[in-house]
Protein backbone atom coordinates (compact mmCIF):
# COMPACT_ATOMS: atom_id res chain seq x y z
CA UNK A 1 0.00 0.00 0.00
CA UNK A 2 1.16 3.06 -1.40
CA UNK A 3 1.50 6.37 1.32
CA UNK A 4 -1.37 7.98 0.00
CA UNK A 5 -4.00 4.71 -0.56
CA UNK A 6 -2.91 4.37 4.29
CA UNK A 7 -5.61 5.80 5.81
CA UNK A 8 -5.26 8.80 7.80
CA UNK A 9 -4.28 8.80 11.67
CA UNK A 10 -7.05 9.72 14.18
CA UNK A 11 -6.80 10.30 17.78
CA UNK A 12 -9.00 9.08 19.76
CA UNK A 13 -10.55 12.33 21.48
CA UNK A 14 -11.29 13.33 17.88
CA UNK A 15 -13.02 10.12 16.94
CA UNK A 16 -15.34 10.61 20.29
CA UNK A 17 -16.22 13.99 19.59
CA UNK A 18 -17.49 13.56 15.59
CA UNK A 19 -19.26 10.27 17.08
CA UNK A 20 -21.01 13.05 19.53
CA UNK A 21 -22.30 14.80 15.90
CA UNK A 22 -22.23 12.54 13.58
CA UNK A 23 -25.58 10.86 12.36
CA UNK A 24 -24.26 7.33 11.06
CA UNK A 25 -21.56 5.10 14.09
CA UNK A 26 -18.64 4.48 12.79
CA UNK A 27 -15.95 1.92 14.32
CA UNK A 28 -12.33 2.73 15.82
CA UNK A 29 -9.38 0.38 15.45
CA UNK A 30 -6.21 1.41 17.09
CA UNK A 31 -6.13 4.96 14.93
CA UNK A 32 -8.55 4.30 11.79
CA UNK A 33 -11.80 4.94 11.82
CA UNK A 34 -14.06 2.36 9.71
CA UNK A 35 -17.95 3.71 8.97
CA UNK A 36 -20.73 0.97 9.80
CA UNK A 37 -23.36 0.02 6.67
CA UNK A 38 -26.89 -0.39 7.45
CA UNK A 39 -27.36 -4.57 7.95
CA UNK A 40 -30.79 -6.21 5.82
CA UNK A 41 -33.90 -6.76 7.41
CA UNK A 42 -32.95 -10.67 8.60
CA UNK A 43 -30.15 -9.50 9.91
CA UNK A 44 -31.97 -7.43 12.14
CA UNK A 45 -34.44 -10.31 12.59
CA UNK A 46 -32.02 -12.31 14.34
CA UNK A 47 -29.94 -9.03 15.87
CA UNK A 48 -33.62 -8.10 17.78
CA UNK A 49 -34.53 -11.75 18.32
CA UNK A 50 -31.12 -12.85 20.57
CA UNK A 51 -31.79 -8.89 22.24
CA UNK A 52 -35.18 -9.82 23.43
CA UNK A 53 -34.50 -13.24 24.46
CA UNK A 54 -31.49 -12.33 27.13
CA UNK A 55 -33.96 -9.29 28.15
CA UNK A 56 -36.54 -11.34 29.41
CA UNK A 57 -34.47 -14.08 30.40
CA UNK A 58 -32.13 -11.24 32.85
CA UNK A 59 -34.71 -9.08 33.78
CA UNK A 60 -34.96 -8.53 37.34
CA UNK A 61 -31.08 -10.02 37.32
CA UNK A 62 -27.61 -8.09 37.98
CA UNK A 63 -26.56 -8.47 34.13
CA UNK A 64 -28.37 -6.77 31.23
CA UNK A 65 -27.99 -6.96 27.29
CA UNK A 66 -27.58 -3.88 25.42
CA UNK A 67 -28.31 -3.48 21.43
CA UNK A 68 -25.81 -2.09 18.79
CA UNK A 69 -26.48 1.65 20.21
CA UNK A 70 -24.17 0.82 22.87
CA UNK A 71 -20.72 1.61 22.23
CA UNK A 72 -17.67 -0.98 23.45
CA UNK A 73 -14.42 0.46 24.49
CA UNK A 74 -11.72 -2.33 24.49
CA UNK A 75 -8.31 -0.95 26.06
CA UNK A 76 -5.27 -2.69 25.22
CA UNK A 77 -1.34 -1.69 25.33
CA UNK A 78 -0.47 1.37 23.91
CA UNK A 79 -3.62 0.97 21.56
CA UNK A 80 -7.80 1.48 22.35
CA UNK A 81 -10.90 0.14 20.08
CA UNK A 82 -14.41 0.92 19.94
CA UNK A 83 -16.98 -0.99 18.37
CA UNK A 84 -20.86 -1.04 17.98
CA UNK A 85 -21.36 -5.04 18.64
CA UNK A 86 -25.21 -6.24 17.82
CA UNK A 87 -25.67 -7.04 21.39
CA UNK A 88 -23.43 -7.53 24.56
CA UNK A 89 -24.47 -8.73 28.22
CA UNK A 90 -22.68 -6.62 30.84
CA UNK A 91 -22.92 -7.98 34.71
CA UNK A 92 -20.98 -4.70 35.79
CA UNK A 93 -22.22 -2.06 34.32
CA UNK A 94 -20.12 1.36 33.44
CA UNK A 95 -22.11 4.77 35.27
CA UNK A 96 -25.47 5.11 33.93
CA UNK A 97 -24.07 8.53 32.29
CA UNK A 98 -21.17 6.55 30.43
CA UNK A 99 -21.51 5.68 26.59
CA UNK A 100 -19.59 2.99 26.53
CA UNK A 101 -19.05 -0.10 28.02
CA UNK A 102 -16.11 -2.02 29.76
CA UNK A 103 -16.74 -5.52 30.96
CA UNK A 104 -18.75 -7.05 28.93
CA UNK A 105 -18.95 -11.56 29.73
CA UNK A 106 -21.28 -12.00 26.08
CA UNK A 107 -21.00 -10.63 22.60
CA UNK A 108 -23.20 -11.58 20.02
CA UNK A 109 -22.37 -10.80 16.10
CA UNK A 110 -24.69 -11.52 13.38
CA UNK A 111 -22.06 -12.10 10.28
CA UNK A 112 -23.20 -10.23 6.52
CA UNK A 113 -20.86 -10.07 3.57
CA UNK A 114 -19.79 -7.04 4.79
CA UNK A 115 -18.81 -7.74 8.29
CA UNK A 116 -17.88 -11.45 7.97
CA UNK A 117 -14.08 -11.02 7.73
CA UNK A 118 -13.76 -8.11 10.94
CA UNK A 119 -16.23 -10.58 12.62
CA UNK A 120 -14.34 -13.77 12.26
CA UNK A 121 -10.80 -12.16 12.61
CA UNK A 122 -9.95 -8.60 13.44
CA UNK A 123 -13.32 -8.64 16.40
CA UNK A 124 -12.60 -12.06 17.23
CA UNK A 125 -9.00 -11.09 18.68
CA UNK A 126 -9.84 -7.58 19.71
CA UNK A 127 -13.11 -9.57 22.07
CA UNK A 128 -10.99 -12.35 23.09
CA UNK A 129 -8.60 -10.04 24.85
CA UNK A 130 -11.30 -8.93 27.15
CA UNK A 131 -10.88 -9.71 30.20
CA UNK A 132 -14.62 -10.31 31.25
CA UNK A 133 -15.60 -12.08 28.26
CA UNK A 134 -17.07 -15.26 28.55
CA UNK A 135 -18.63 -16.28 25.32
CA UNK A 136 -18.67 -14.65 21.77
CA UNK A 137 -21.15 -16.28 19.73
CA UNK A 138 -21.25 -15.60 16.08
CA UNK A 139 -24.38 -16.71 14.01
CA UNK A 140 -25.00 -17.11 10.48
CA UNK A 141 -27.80 -15.35 8.22
CA UNK A 142 -27.90 -17.91 5.65
CA UNK A 143 -28.70 -21.12 7.65
CA UNK A 144 -29.68 -22.06 11.35
CA UNK A 145 -25.92 -22.09 12.98
CA UNK A 146 -24.00 -20.43 15.29
CA UNK A 147 -20.43 -20.32 16.23
CA UNK A 148 -19.22 -20.03 20.25
CA UNK A 149 -16.31 -19.22 21.37
CA UNK A 150 -16.71 -20.43 25.34
CA UNK A 151 -13.91 -19.17 27.60
CA UNK A 152 -12.52 -22.52 29.69
CA UNK A 153 -11.57 -23.14 32.96
CA UNK A 154 -8.94 -25.43 32.75
CA UNK A 155 -5.72 -23.80 35.41
CA UNK A 156 -3.02 -25.59 34.15
CA UNK A 157 -3.66 -23.94 30.35
CA UNK A 158 -0.63 -22.76 28.42
CA UNK A 159 -2.25 -19.54 27.35
CA UNK A 160 0.07 -19.01 24.10
CA UNK A 161 -1.95 -16.26 22.12
CA UNK A 162 -5.39 -14.79 21.94
CA UNK A 163 -7.67 -17.55 21.18
CA UNK A 164 -5.95 -19.92 23.65
CA UNK A 165 -8.13 -19.60 26.72
CA UNK A 166 -11.53 -20.12 24.60
CA UNK A 167 -13.20 -22.99 23.41
CA UNK A 168 -14.63 -23.21 19.71
CA UNK A 169 -18.32 -25.18 19.86
CA UNK A 170 -20.39 -25.25 16.60
CA UNK A 171 -24.43 -25.35 17.21
CA UNK A 172 -26.54 -25.92 13.94
CA UNK A 173 -30.15 -27.05 13.29
CA UNK A 174 -33.22 -25.34 14.57
CA UNK A 175 -33.53 -27.66 17.29
CA UNK A 176 -30.17 -27.03 19.11
CA UNK A 177 -29.88 -25.02 22.28
CA UNK A 178 -26.80 -22.38 23.28
CA UNK A 179 -26.40 -22.82 26.82
CA UNK A 180 -24.62 -19.73 28.85
CA UNK A 181 -24.46 -20.69 32.61
CA UNK A 182 -22.22 -17.91 33.58
CA UNK A 183 -25.66 -15.80 32.86
CA UNK A 184 -28.02 -18.45 33.67
CA UNK A 185 -29.10 -18.62 30.08
CA UNK A 186 -30.57 -20.46 27.18
CA UNK A 187 -30.59 -19.53 23.97
CA UNK A 188 -32.73 -21.61 21.33
CA UNK A 189 -31.82 -21.56 17.89
CA UNK A 190 -35.29 -22.11 16.97
CA UNK A 191 -36.49 -18.54 19.09
CA UNK A 192 -33.00 -17.16 17.57
CA UNK A 193 -34.08 -17.23 13.84
CA UNK A 194 -37.96 -17.00 14.53
CA UNK A 195 -39.27 -14.93 11.66
CA UNK A 196 -36.50 -15.95 9.11
CA UNK A 197 -37.90 -18.17 6.13
CA UNK A 198 -35.17 -20.98 5.27
CA UNK A 199 -35.47 -23.57 2.19
CA UNK A 200 -33.80 -27.21 2.47
CA UNK A 201 -30.29 -25.29 1.81
CA UNK A 202 -30.71 -21.85 2.90
CA UNK A 203 -33.16 -18.81 3.53
CA UNK A 204 -35.11 -18.26 0.31
CA UNK A 205 -33.63 -14.46 -0.12
CA UNK A 206 -30.40 -14.58 -1.50
CA UNK A 207 -27.28 -12.47 0.06
Known amino acids: M???????FVAVDDYLAAEELATTKSEYIDGWVRAMSGANTRHNIVKGNCFGLLYVHLRGKPCRPFD???RLRIRQERRMRFYYPDVQVVCESSAPTDVNQDQPVLIIEVLSRSTRAYDLD???NAY????SLEYYVIL???LPLAIVLRRTRHDN???GN????FLRESYEGLDTIIDLPIIACKLPLREI???VEFTSTSVQEPE
Do not use: H, R, W
Open 2 to 8: STAEQPE
Open 68 to 70: SDM
Open 122 to 124: EKL
Open 128 to 131: LSIP
Open 140 to 142: EQL
Open 157 to 159: LNV
Open 162 to 165: LNEG
Open 193 to 195: YEG
